[in-house]
């Protein structure tokens, strides 16, 4: 069993800067990413990142948003650059270990314009 302790989330101008973080208990954590979910749309992958470093963004977010992890914590990271409104949305930290994929519980993330 994996849990996830999310933080970071918040109110912020267009233009300015988020860092979210996960943190994952449990072993065998392989994949690490982050989904957002705005109001009336799809949950949607924003970034993800392998035991090995490999990443994957969203076109919407490339050049904007970095995700990083630290393996010996088992903690993932977006930092989030350049926000615009539409990033406005509840972001989700997701782990895949072995073959089970964990969600955290949310944190909201509201772009001002």
């Known amino acids: 069993q994996v849990q996830l302790v999310e933080s970071g989330g918040g109110l912020v101008q267009a233009g300015g800067s988020l860092r979210l973080s996960c943190a994952a208990s449990?072993?065998?954590?392989?994949?690490m990413g982050w989904y957002r979910q705005a109001p009336g749309k799809q949950r949607e992958l924003v970034a993800r990142i392998t035991g090995g470093g490999n990443t994957n963004y969203a076109d919407s977010v490339k050049g904007r948003f970095t995700i990083s992890r630290d393996n010996a914590k088992n903690t993932v990271y977006l930092q989030m650059n350049s926000l615009k409104p539409e990033d406005t949305a509840v972001y989700y930290c997701n782990v895949v270990s072995v073959v089970t994929n964990y969600w955290g519980q949310g944190t909201q993330v509201t772009v001002s314009s």
């Open positions: 449990g072993r065998f954590i392989n994949v």
